[in-house]
Nanobody
């Protein structure tokens, strides 16, 4: 299984970015996908997840600002990030696993930097 994350970059506070994660090597549509992030000097934390039915889950810190979605035809999961804040600065990772909360493959990460 391979996951390729992309879409990170530098954005001003209040701006938007859309991250993408393309998956290969697994029947994508049958598995939950998640986004996590790790800021400098901090532990990796959960951001959002989506199961195979399209049900979504969010960390409280991003609710109302971030939207996770998936396109099973393209084997891709997205993270639309709006109203970005400097505290959203982190390396963002996508992951796939057998069920929500359990992930066994991870992408390489994409850096998001939000300037104040």
């Amino acid at each position: 299984v391979q996951l390729q994350a992309s879409g990170g970059g530098l954005v001003q506070a209040g701006g938007s970015l859309r991250l993408s994660c393309a998956a290969s090597g697994r029947t994508f549509s049958s598995y939950p996908m998640g986004w996590f992030r790790q800021a400098p000097g901090k532990e990796r934390e959960f951001v959002a997840a989506i199961n195979w039915t399209g049900r979504t889950y969010y960390a409280d810190s991003v609710k109302g600002r971030f939207t996770i979605s998936r396109d099973n035809a393209k084997n891709t999961v997205y993270l639309q990030m709006n109203s970005l804040k400097p505290e959203d600065t982190a390396v963002y990772y996508c992951a796939i696993g057998p069920r929500i909360g359990v992930y066994d493959y991870w992408g390489q990460g994409t850096l998001v930097t939000v300037s104040s």
